[in-house]
Structures are given as structure tokens and as C-alpha cells.
């Protein structure tokens, strides 16, 4: 959003700059080794927990309230086959927290949460991608790296 600004035909509008308000996460998955693929079958769910709520934007203040996140987030379209190639498989826009819980469900597994955090926080305006690792012995690595918000990183 951006500050309010006034003008006419004679005075002109400075330009609004404008911000984002939400986080944005992108994912991406991968199996270790073609026997960690086998043991975890496909990925079928990737869930933020309770990231998403709603937002009051007073313009004129130019200030945001943030709700408490009450609804979670899915980031999976539809299954996908776990393989030693990195795959990008969705991205989301949440609120910004200091931590989320990623519950992630595959076909021959448990479901499993992981605490994903990064210095400061997630904040609005940054884009994370998070790497999430399969590995042998019923274990998930979950890296997170901040990368520029720009033009060649705009698909989603």
C-alpha cells in the first residue's frame, strides 16, 4: 500500500512507491537418495499452520493491523512424485511471523511437523525459498534461504 498523496491537473502527483504486506514462500522438494523417494512415496500435502488472516490497511495513516493467523495455508495443487532432482512444487503469501509449523503428509509416511525459522523473523515484502530435504530413516531437512523479490522470481 503507499501514503496518501494529493495533486491536481497543476500540481502534480508525486509517485506513490508501494510495499508488500505479506511474506512469500516458495517451495521446493527433493529425496536424498532414489531409496529415500521409494520409502517416503508421494508428497501429498504441504501445510502453513495457521499463517493466514486478515489485514486493516488505514490509507490515510498510511499503518497495518494484523490479525491473530487463525486458518492455514495449502501449498500443494496435487500430489507429487518424490525424486533426487530438486522439483518446485508451489509457493504461498502469508502474514509475517517469526516462525511457522510446515505439516507435511506423504503417501507411505506419517504426517510431520517442522518449526521453520530464520533470523528476524519472516517479514513482509521477503521472499523465502524453503528446500525441503526427504531423507532415509523417516527424516526431513527443511532449509530456508531469503532471495531478492524481483522480476525473474515473480512465478509462482
Wanted: hydrophobic share 40%; proline share 3%; glycine share 6%.
Amino acid at each position: 500500500f503507499a501514503a496518501e498523496e494529493s495533486g491536481s491537473l497543476t500540481d502534480k502527483m508525486e509517485k506513490q512507491n508501494y510495499r508488500h504486506l505479506l511474506a512469500w514462500f516458495r517451495f521446493t522438494v527433493r529425496a536424498t537418495e532414489p531409496e529415500a523417494a521409494n520409502d517416503w512415496g508421494q508428497l501429498t500435502s504441504i501445510r502453513l499452520v495457521k499463517a493466514q488472516g486478515s489485514l486493516d490497511i488505514l490509507l490515510g495513516a498510511g499503518t497495518v493491523t494484523y490479525s491473530t493467523p487463525s486458518e492455514d495455508v495449502e501449498v500443494l495443487n496435487q500430489s507429487q512424485e518424490l525424486t533426487v532432482a530438486i522439483k518446485d512444487v508451489g509457493s504461498a503469501l502469508c502474514m509475517p511471523a517469526a516462525s511457522y509449523d510446515l505439516q507435511l503428509t506423504t503417501t507411505k509416511g506419517e504426517m510431520k511437523t517442522l518449526n521453520v525459522t530464520t533470523s528476524g523473523g519472516f517479514k513482509a515484502g521477503e521472499l523465502y525459498l524453503v528446500n525441503l530435504y526427504f531423507n532415509e530413516y523417516n527424516d526431513i531437512n527443511a532449509v530456508c534461504s531469503l532471495v531478492p523479490w524481483n522480476e525473474e522470481n515473480v512465478e509462482l
